[in-house]
């Protein structure tokens, strides 16, 4: 197999050299360019022709944003992030992956980051998971939200919920997520709790942001809410969410399960636990197995199984556990998921 070609684009001397030689620990990877900026990033494109580019925010002349809209106007590339632990850093990054990009890998302390080390194999794993979507997929993917309208929520006698529409995702899910919100109607029966892969500090952006898109609002989870009827829960970063007895949402402090926090399987596990079947899990693109025990517990319990399908998943990894192990209901592309929620939503089996 030939290696995979990175291009590391970034202000600072050191984090270019340090990037280059945590990548070059792995023989599939080779790094055929390094650029101090986006307007140099785009002089090398032509020549280095880099599978993977590996993307600052923050530089002189020409920023990462500007960089992707520039690029992505023209030719499919494949971009990773790479973002501040700040609030700033983290709206950026959800602009980013708006824009086009596929992912990110937040530098641990900050815009030079002495210890990027820490992040080696996260690094690796990301680079070389993003280098099998096809380009066709990624030229898809730089538009395929459409047009972001706000809405406006209307304030609501809340109930608590007797339903919930359990969410996973991962590499490829903010896009996939807004995707999918922007195809609900408000519930009428159910709430919502989402999972996304994500670190500490850029769960509050993204729940903002699907919050303007959906039917509904959407909130980062603080601990003690309970799950109420058309409203939605984000797992925050670096925390496992999970619903105990009493039906509270439980921040959750205990290890990663599979290097992951917040966990898919933690979370949807719980909520068999006290809704049973009345339970909708929805599994959609990410790398990894996350949700297949979760699924396998709902399953047993007489509960549903949504997968999105393999040519509208950036990833197929997660979707294509429970589809080979035979526990999806459905399959389907993300622009119809969200038609399906709604109908499961008001099928009305179970009745509060």
Known sequence: MKPVRVMVVDDSVFMRRIVKDLLETDP???????????????????????????????????????????????RPLRVIMLSALTQEGSEITMQALELGALDFIPKPSGAISLDIDRKKEEIIQKVKAVSTIPLERVRECAGCTGALKKRVHREEVRRESQRVVFVASSTGGPKALQVLVQGLSPLRQSGMVLVQHMPPGFTKSLADRLSDLAPFPVREAQGGEAIFVNHAFLAPGGKHL?????????????????????CADISLSSLVEVFGDRVLAVILTGMGKDGLEGCRKLKARGGTVIAQDEKTSLIFGMPRAVIEEGLADLVLPIEEIGRAIVEWDRRGDHTE
């Not at 020409?62 to 809209?69: A, K």
């Not at 105990?244 to 290097?259: A, C, M, S, T």
């Open 28 to 74: 599939e990877i080779e790094v055929v360019a390094l650029a101090r900026d986006g307007m140099e990033a785009l002089e090398m494109l032509p020549t280095a022709s880099p599978d993977v580019v590996l993307l600052d925010v923050e530089m002189p002349r020409m920023n990462g944003l500007e960089f992707l809209r520039k690029v992505l106007l023209e």
């Open 242 to 262: 999970i619903v105990n007895g009493d039906r509270r949402l439980v921040l959750d402090d205990r290890p990663p399960l599979k290097g992951l926090k917040p």
